[in-house]
């Protein structure tokens, strides 16, 4: 257990972000989780909790102790006829995951394929991608209160999962260090291939049953034919979060853009922010070493040597053009340091 001073964090977030952390240290186990939050109270240092750094925009140096997870394992604890339970390590890649259940004929996170980032901060946000959250799939997790340093358990409901949501972004901030996430897989594939794309990829390549292995592999192929490889270019997915209007706002953007696409929801109607960063006239701009993605608008990009404060300053600017345009506030689903 090795605390590093003044490291800088350009290999440890995809949007490519040079900026420092002040103590840097990586925690491999529920222990040494705990050892450094002794020491970082000792110390009187505050704490930042990474894993992947796929959700994370660097505005600044990091004045606080960044505790990198990196659990490992994963462990079958429970098994019926129809499904089992994997209690995974927080530090596990998310995809090495998805892998591991697909080579194990465990169904219900092949939607999930090539989502970046760690298994433990995957309840942060409740990942979801091609009709499928975490939510579905989740039984439980481990987490140590970072004040009592004692070891709680939280259910899907204590959790409080909703639209790349979880209580961990709300009353629980900075409360938690999540240290193993346990799902329920079916052993019983019941395929989601709703999705437009996912059926489109399937008809083309003649599949009509799939399995859980060809829906990862359509996802696969669909996500690297729409969105920027971070290893190439900087980014954290999507900068914003879909917004849901009311179906009389809904009703009151159509009379003056009637091409402007709604999916209902139990909430109203939601509304791709893809299309209304589009519409107002954002796509494919570049601004120096950052901009908004040509094919994809939702994605802001770091071209290279681009700073945080400036991708910051840039979705300031598209929130406030969206909001004059259509009157809808978006909300960031990155996370601001
Ligand atoms: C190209 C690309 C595509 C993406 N596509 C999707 C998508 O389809 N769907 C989707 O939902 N997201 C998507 N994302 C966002 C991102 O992959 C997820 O949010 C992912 O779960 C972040 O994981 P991470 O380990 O990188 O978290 P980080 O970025 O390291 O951290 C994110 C937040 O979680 C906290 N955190 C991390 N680990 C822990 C832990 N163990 N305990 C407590 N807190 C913790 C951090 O403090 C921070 O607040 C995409 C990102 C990229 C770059």
Redesign the pocket.
Known sequence: MNIQENISLLPF??FGIDKNARFFAIAKTTEEVNQLLLKAKEMDLPL?????????LLTRNIEALVLK?EIKGFDLVGESDKDVLVKVG?GEN?HDFVMHCIQNNYAGVEN?SL????V???P??????YGVEIKEVFDHLE?IDRNTLKLRTFSSEECEFGY?ESV?KHELKDR????HVVFRLSKTSHINAEYGAIRQTLAEKGIQSPTIKDISDAVIEI?RSK????AIIG????FFKNPTVSVLSFEKIKSEFPNVPGFPNEDGIKIPAAWLIEQAGWKGKRFGNIGVHQFQPL?LINYGGGDGIEIKDLSKKIQDSVQEKFHIILHP?V?FL
Do not use: H, K, Y
């Open positions: 977030n995809t930042f909790i990474l894993g992947g750094g796929s959700n994370i997870i927080a998310w999930l989502i970046p980032g760690t433990g901060a995957s942060m946000q409740n990942i979801g991608a987490a790349r961990f938690f260090v999540i240290t996500r969105l920027p490889d971070p980014n954290a997915g999507s994605v689903e996370n």
